[in-house]
């Protein structure tokens, strides 16, 4: 099994698939050692009630139905911030962006939790995200597989190409909204999306205006996974309320480049 490293060129294919399409899927980012090793400082984190990362919702609500989610675990856990960190995550990142240098928005940990759960809408990231439009084609996400994904726990699907649709409205995840419907115009109905199957250790990449879905959990099980958002050094704040910059006291415009948004990688 060959290992990805920190200095490893992500081949020309895996590249231009990428930019073609808006997403991308690299296998065996971690090797079997670091991912029993990550499993258990998840598991930690989600158990921990205290500390500074966010839990968006309680169990047995609407969107903990969707996803049981927790925002900048790395501030928690020791462990989880030095996978945060790692210099193979923020060069896949520096490389498929084109960008000069990449920090960190945030991290988050996304279980699909099992019984009663409920599909992740299509849907785009950058809509969500509190940056002025102009780095929305060079933000995106590192989505790490912790259980092996498939149709039956929670895998993802890609729509190819949609990213040209460009920004549309950000979508109700709770109660879903068709996303189809605000890029009528660009015909994606007619476009077959990918479904993304991966053994656990392996990770996808997507652009932050990628159409993108996940299946509801139907096995005994959660299936957990570890997201990472990069974002282009000199992405500006639009203003707009978030739970990471809320409590920052931002000037609209203003550069994200505080300890909290570290520069991970550049080009030398």
């Known amino acids: 099994m060959e290992q990805l490293t920190d200095i490893q060129l992500l081949s020309e ?16 980012v971690l090797n079997p050692e670091e991912l029993s090793e990550l499993r258990t400082f998840i598991d930690e984190v989600m158990e921990d009630k205290n500390g500074r990362s966010i839990q968006t919702d309680t169990a047995g609500g609407a969107y903990y139905k969707v996803l049981n989610q927790r925002v900048n675990t790395w ?4 462990g989880i911030a030095r996978y945060i960190s ?9 490389q498929l962006s084109e960008a000069d240098g990449i920090r960190l928005f945030h991290d988050h940990v996304l279980l699909k939790m099992p019984g009663d ?15 002025n439009k102009a780095h929305n084609k060079q933000t995106l996400s590192i989505w790490i597989a912790l259980d092996d994904v498939d149709e039956s726990n929670g895998c993802m699907m890609f729509l190819p190409r949609s990213n ?11 109660e879903p909204e068709d996303l189809f419907e ?12 990918v479904i993304v199957r991966m053994k656990a250790g ?10 993108h879905f996940a299946h509801a959990n139907k096995t005994d099980k959660p299936r957990r996974a570890l997201v990472i958002i990069y974002i282009p050094d000199g992405t500006t704040y639009n203003g707009k309320s978030h739970v990471i910059t809320d409590p920052l006291n931002l000037t609209k415009d203003e550069k994200l480049q505080n300890g909290l948004f570290p520069l991970l990688a550049y080009r030398r």
Not at 13 to 28: A, P, S
Not at 202 to 211: D, P
């Open 13 to 28: 294919e895996k590249m231009t698939f990428y930019k073609k399409n808006g997403f991308v899927l690299i296998d065996n």
């Open 202 to 211: 392996s990770c996808t990449v997507h652009n932050g205006l990628t159409f």
């Open 164 to 174: 040209e649709a460009g920004q549309l409205k950000p979508i109700n995840l709770v």
């Open 182 to 193: 605000y890029a009528e115009h660009a015909g994606f109905h007619e476009k077959t999306p």
């Open 117 to 131: 759960s409920k599909p992740t809408p299509w849907h785009q990231d950058f809509p969500y995200w509190p940056f």
């Open 75 to 78: 501030r928690d856990h020791a």
């Open 86 to 94: 790692d210099q193979r995550f923020a060069n896949i990142a520096l």
